[in-house]
């Protein structure tokens, strides 16, 4: 099909956008002679088909072996992937990608905008039963995503279509200005259609698999390794340096870091950091401890079913009374920063709201505190009792610990710890079964819409059951605001939304945090956490 | 002898397995938590297209109909967690590597422990006994996770003469930190048992009455004394064997070995149905195996069970 003519073409954008891409080495550098890293990849990838991906584990790998529309440059910053160059059309609500004309299959043949739109709408079918089937409808808003999804109409009718195998159209349900943003996402990737339907869900064992990325897998062993090879067909692979990586799915982060310090390992995976050993990591190996900021929250959400919970003045005396400091920096310890909105400052597109009572000493905030709990009629005769909830693991519980003391401070507050192991915990929380909980939210994208949807009404993992159409409204309204300023606006009227009705009380901002070895470089600082290989050289040592 | 084997391993065994299954098959799911519970919930749509391909919108006596099923035609099913494989692709995978540290850490615990502990009866009440005995209570109560990560620091991080981990097929540099491990605890317990049961097995009649006859005390010990006390290790040693050879979750996830422990904590984190039934009656079926083992043993060893 060919493009019609009369649709108006509202923004030639992009391309060649400024950022790191694959391994730039600067001149000079001596580099080792063997270019092999062993990284750590937290656990097991529950899979190798990037269109089933569940999370971390999985898209980190299939950012690897895969390369989608678009691609994180080394700063999170999104750049041309297989895409070399995109346009808005219709007011943004549709979009047209053009696709490089060098992208390779691993095995020769070329990557086309057909691969593409088989891959989203395999994505979307019921039948695929991925479980981020929801991501293209939901958070890119492609035209029936969500009914397909639904079950409503065929995954043929996704706003999907390959023009020819050099362009890709994408129609929207709505424009949505942030939608190239939403397209780096791990489980976006194109898929070998040949190969899928050669091999069905045998497709991902080595010597099968075929990849468009920087890496090609040459060898799996289930709960030890995996090793990826350089691909010779990216289209980029001059430029990269690695020739062998190694994942492995080291899920105790004490055996991990015993592996990194006898050499098994250049680098641990994401939150490989063991608290236990951070005091001897500080006196031993203080410069390979690598930390910046991460695009993630850890909060307190409170139940609006439980009593006396639906009460704001019991939810903001608890948050306030919260000292965020002392938790971020000397109780975790590892880069986190105290978080006063959900939203963390340094999500592309938000511009940080201080709240008034954010400017407080914590001194006025215990004050302002104890008067809402006394307000409220909590006395000592009728003290305030709770269950906070977290799931089972140490850091958690130094944190639960310290709140309650915290909470303690400002009146006659008796709070009962209840941990549970990590699917107990999810299905108490899902099924309203608590009081106040340990939440975590990390983006799925670089956009203030990824944390802030959370406490939309309408939203599956909202198990505070917060419920303001205000807040929904502005939601819905960012999403189709085009203008930057004005959506960035928008995000914070529903920062201070959040900053009255106090569903949550955040906590900190998550910090991205590995051990690295000084000789691996190349890496930036995505705020996202990923670190590719195809950027990464490893120094003369 | 046939008849017995028949008996053991056709008669009993089956029903028990059947028992063994449908317990397990509806325990498992009256576990809080689903196998597809996940941080960021899935819509209701996305869970039900899920569960669908699962068969877990059937009615749980159809799911479980289905699966004795499947298990007749030897199909453990599908993992819920590891989408790209099915169960017996994963145990099938993961038992060699479980299997071969479990059998290097038995064969050296057996001949271990029963040497310390026949050295220790020998030597009753004197030094020798007490710092074999004292270091085997050690054995008995040093759990391995201190055990594993000391060794690794040891002989990994400060010595540098083996891995702190990883597998590599099982190549002798990276089994014998994990054997170590492994083994340790079966040593001292089999050394305990050993040196209860002979110090008994040396006070009985007969063994006195070859005393009084002059044979020399080698003699007596190979001839007379050892099967005898033998008799409560070999008891032990049957489902010993299953344990140790269907992997240690310990051992295996601290030094990443790609086995069946490994398999079973995550199934059971994970809610991976398939794949916690399919090794309970894996390990089940091992256990009334070596259990039959054991008594056909008993009666080579000791004749007066043959009676």
């Given at each position: 099909?060919?493009?019609?003519?009369?649709?108006?073409?509202?923004?030639?954008?992009?391309?060649?956008?400024?950022?790191?891409?694959?391994?730039?080495?600067?001149?000079?550098?001596?580099?080792?002679?063997?270019?092999?890293?062993?990284?750590?990849?937290?656990?097991?990838?529950?899979?190798?088909?990037?269109?089933?991906?569940?999370?971390?584990?999985?898209?980190?790998?299939?950012?690897?072996?895969?390369?989608?529309?678009?691609?994180?440059?080394?700063?999170?910053?999104?750049?041309?992937?297989?895409?070399?160059?995109?346009?808005?059309?219709?007011?943004?609500?549709?979009?047209?990608?053009?696709?490089?004309?060098?992208?390779?299959?691993?095995?020769?043949?070329?990557?086309?905008?057909?691969?593409?739109?088989?891959?989203?709408?395999?994505?979307?079918?019921?039948?695929?039963?991925?479980?981020?089937?929801?991501?293209?409808?939901?958070?890119?808003?492609?035209?029936?995503?969500?009914?397909?999804?639904?079950?409503?109409?065929?995954?043929?009718?996704?706003?999907?279509?390959?023009?020819?195998?050099?362009?890709?159209?994408?129609?929207?349900?709505?424009?949505?200005?942030?939608?190239?943003?939403?397209?780096?996402?791990?489980?976006?990737?194109?898929?070998?259609?040949?190969?899928?339907?050669?091999?069905?869900?045998?497709?991902?064992?080595?010597?099968?698999?075929?990849?468009?990325?920087?890496?090609?897998?040459?060898?799996?062993?289930?709960?030890?390794?995996?090793?990826?090879?350089?691909?010779?067909?990216?289209?980029?692979?001059?430029?990269?340096?690695?020739?062998?990586?190694?994942?492995?799915?080291?899920?105790?982060?004490?055996?991990?870091?015993?592996?990194?310090?006898?050499?098994?390992?250049?680098?641990?995976?994401?939150?490989?950091?063991?608290?236990?050993?951070?005091?001897?990591?500080?006196?031993?190996?203080?410069?390979?401890?690598?930390?910046?900021?991460?695009?993630?929250?850890?909060?307190?959400?409170?139940?609006?079913?439980?009593?006396?919970?639906?009460?704001?003045?019991?939810?903001?005396?608890?948050?306030?009374?919260?000292?965020?400091?002392?938790?971020?920096?000397?109780?975790?310890?590892?880069?986190?920063?105290?978080?006063?909105?959900?939203?963390?400052?340094?999500?592309?597109?938000?511009?940080?709201?201080?709240?008034?009572?954010?400017?407080?000493?914590?001194?006025?905030?215990?004050?302002?505190?104890?008067?809402?709990?006394?307000?409220?009629?909590?006395?000592?005769?009728?003290?305030?009792?709770?269950?906070?909830?977290?799931?089972?693991?140490?850091?958690?519980?130094?944190?639960?610990?310290?709140?309650?003391?915290?909470?303690?401070?400002?009146?006659?507050?008796?709070?009962?710890?209840?941990?549970?192991?990590?699917?107990?915990?999810?299905?108490?929380?899902?099924?309203?079964?608590?009081?106040?909980?340990?939440?975590?939210?990390?983006?799925?994208?670089?956009?203030?819409?990824?944390?802030?949807?959370?406490?939309?009404?309408?939203?599956?993992?909202?198990?505070?059951?917060?419920?303001?159409?205000?807040?929904?409204?502005?939601?819905?309204?960012?999403?189709?605001?085009?203008?930057?300023?004005?959506?960035?606006?928008?995000?914070?009227?529903?920062?201070?939304?959040?900053?009255?009705?106090?569903?949550?009380?955040?906590?900190?901002?998550?910090?991205?945090?590995?051990?690295?070895?000084?000789?691996?470089?190349?890496?930036?600082?995505?705020?996202?956490?990923?670190?590719?290989?195809?950027?990464?050289?490893?120094?003369?040592? | 002898?046939?008849?017995?084997?028949?008996?053991?391993?056709?008669?009993?065994?089956?029903?028990?397995?059947?028992?063994l299954v449908?317990?397990t098959?509806?325990?498992i799911?009256?576990?809080?938590?689903?196998?597809?519970?996940?941080?960021?919930?899935?819509?209701?749509?996305?869970?039900?297209?899920?569960?669908?391909?699962?068969?877990?919108?059937?009615?749980?006596?159809?799911?479980?109909?289905?699966?004795?099923?499947?298990?007749?035609?030897?199909?453990f099913g599908?993992s819920?967690?590891?989408?790209?494989?099915?169960v017996n692709?994963l145990v099938w995978?993961a038992a060699?590597?479980s299997?071969?540290?479990?059998?290097?850490?038995?064969?050296?615990?057996?001949?271990?422990?029963?040497?310390?502990?026949?050295?220790?009866?020998?030597?009753?009440?004197?030094?020798?006994?007490?710092?074999?005995?004292?270091?085997?209570?050690?054995?008995?109560?040093?759990?391995?996770?201190?055990?594993?990560?000391?060794?690794?620091?040891?002989?990994?991080?400060?010595?540098?003469?083996?891995?702190?981990?990883?597998?590599?097929?099982?190549?002798?540099?990276?089994?014998?930190?994990?054997?170590?491990?492994?083994?340790?605890?079966?040593?001292?317990?089999?050394?305990?048992?050993?040196?209860?049961?002979?110090?008994?097995?040396?006070?009985?009649?007969?063994?006195?009455?070859?005393?009084?006859?002059?044979?020399?005390?080698?003699?007596?010990?190979?001839?007379?004394?050892?099967?005898?006390?033998?008799?409560?290790?070999?008891?032990?040693?049957?489902?010993?064997?299953v344990?140790?050879i269907t992997g240690?979750v310990?051992?295996?996830?601290?030094?990443?070995?790609?086995g069946i422990g490994q398999l079973f904590v995550n199934g059971a984190?994970n809610?991976d149905y398939p794949m916690v039934l399919g090794l309970t009656i894996l390990i089940g079926a091992l256990t009334?195996?070596?259990?039959?083992?054991?008594?056909?043993?008993?009666?080579?060893?000791?004749?007066?069970?043959?009676?």
């Amino acid at each position: 099909m060919r493009m019609p003519q009369r649709l108006a073409l509202i923004t030639a954008a992009v391309a060649c956008l400024p950022g790191v891409f694959a391994a730039e080495v600067p001149p000079g550098t001596q580099l080792h002679p063997v270019q092999e890293i062993v990284r750590g990849n937290g656990t097991e990838p529950a899979t190798l088909d990037p269109n089933k991906a569940e999370g971390r584990p999985e898209s980190s790998l299939a950012l690897e072996m895969f390369e989608g529309l678009v691609s994180p440059d080394i700063n999170g910053n999104v750049v041309p992937g297989v895409a070399e160059k995109w346009e808005s059309l219709e007011g943004g609500r549709a979009w047209r990608f053009t696709l490089r004309s060098n992208a390779r299959w691993s095995d020769g043949s070329p990557v086309t905008a057909h691969d593409f739109e088989y891959a989203f709408k395999r994505m979307v079918d019921p039948k695929t039963a991925s479980q981020y089937a929801w991501y293209l409808g939901k958070a890119s808003n492609v035209k029936n995503g969500t009914a397909i999804v639904e079950g409503k109409v065929p995954p043929s009718e996704l706003g999907v279509k390959a023009l020819d195998d050099r362009h890709l159209l994408i129609t929207l349900e709505q424009p949505v200005a942030y939608l190239v943003a939403t397209l780096a996402h791990g489980s976006l990737m194109p898929v070998p259609r040949k190969v899928i339907e050669k091999y069905g869900d045998r497709w991902t064992e080595p010597g099968k698999m075929v990849s468009n990325g920087a890496y090609k897998l040459a060898e799996r062993v289930v709960n030890e390794r995996i090793v990826m090879v350089r691909n010779p067909m990216y289209w980029n692979n001059a430029k990269t340096v690695i020739d062998k990586v190694t994942f492995l799915p080291i899920v105790n982060q004490s055996a991990e870091y015993q592996r990194y310090r006898a050499n098994g390992l250049d680098m641990t995976a994401d939150g490989g950091v063991p608290p236990e050993q951070l005091k001897q990591i500080r006196r031993e190996i203080p410069s390979e401890l690598v930390t910046w900021p991460q695009l993630g929250t850890y909060f307190y959400a409170f139940n609006f079913r439980k009593k006396p919970f639906d009460d704001v003045r019991v939810r903001k005396a608890l948050s306030l009374a919260l000292q965020r400091e002392v938790i971020a920096e000397k109780l975790v310890g590892t880069g986190e920063t105290p978080a006063y909105s959900l939203t963390p400052p340094n999500a592309a597109g938000y511009v940080p709201v201080v709240h008034e009572w954010q400017r407080w000493t914590q001194a006025q905030r215990e004050n302002e505190a104890r008067r809402l709990l006394a307000e409220a009629g909590f006395t000592k005769t009728r003290p305030l009792r709770f269950e906070l909830l977290y799931n089972t693991n140490e850091n958690h519980k130094k944190i639960a610990l310290a709140a309650a003391w915290m909470w303690r401070r400002i009146g006659p507050v008796e709070v009962v710890l209840v941990n549970q192991e990590w699917k107990s915990f999810l299905d108490s929380r899902a099924r309203g079964e608590f009081e106040v909980c340990r939440y975590s939210w990390v983006a799925d994208y670089n956009e203030p819409s990824t944390m802030l949807d959370l406490f939309h009404s309408k939203h599956g993992s909202n198990d505070s059951k917060y419920n303001n159409p205000r807040y929904d409204a502005i939601m819905e309204q960012a999403k189709v605001t085009s203008d930057a300023n004005d959506r960035a606006r928008l995000y914070q009227d529903a920062e201070r939304i959040l900053a009255q009705d106090f569903p949550l009380a955040n906590v900190y901002h998550y910090s991205v945090r590995r051990l690295i070895k000084p000789w691996v470089k190349g890496y930036g600082r995505d705020p996202e956490g990923r670190i590719l290989t195809r950027d990464l050289y490893i120094l003369a040592h | 002898m046939l008849k017995f084997i028949f008996r053991r391993l056709v008669l009993e065994a089956l029903p028990t397995l059947l028992v063994l299954v449908t317990v397990t098959f509806f325990l498992i799911r009256l576990a809080p938590g689903g196998p597809f519970s996940t941080e960021a919930a899935m819509p209701p749509e996305v869970m039900a297209a899920v569960a669908a391909k699962y068969r877990l919108d059937q009615p749980v006596w159809q799911q479980y109909l289905g699966y004795l099923a499947d298990l007749a035609r030897g199909d453990f099913g599908p993992s819920f967690k590891y989408k790209d494989f099915t169960v017996n692709d994963l145990v099938w995978a993961a038992a060699p590597a479980s299997f071969r540290l479990g059998l290097f850490a038995f064969v050296i615990a057996v001949i271990v422990g029963v040497a310390a502990g026949v050295t220790a009866a020998l030597r009753q009440n004197t030094w020798i006994d007490y710092s074999v005995m004292g270091v085997a209570m050690i054995g008995v109560v040093l759990p391995n996770f201190v055990l594993a990560p000391a060794l690794a620091l040891v002989f990994a991080i400060w010595l540098k003469w083996l891995p702190a981990g990883g597998w590599e097929g099982g190549k002798l540099m990276y089994v014998v930190l994990p054997v170590a491990v492994l083994c340790q605890h079966y040593i001292s317990v089999i050394a305990r048992i050993t040196r209860g049961s002979m110090i008994e097995v040396l006070g009985s009649p007969y063994i006195r009455t070859a005393r009084a006859k002059g044979l020399p005390t080698g003699y007596i010990l190979r001839r007379h004394a050892l099967k005898p006390a033998l008799l409560p290790v070999i008891s032990y040693l049957g489902p010993a064997f299953v344990g140790i050879i269907t992997g240690s979750v310990v051992v295996e996830s601290f030094f990443g070995i790609p086995g069946i422990g490994q398999l079973f904590v995550n199934g059971a984190l994970n809610r991976d149905y398939p794949m916690v039934l399919g090794l309970t009656i894996l390990i089940g079926a091992l256990t009334i195996f070596f259990n039959a083992v054991v008594d056909i043993l008993y009666g080579v060893i000791d004749p007066r069970i043959r009676l």
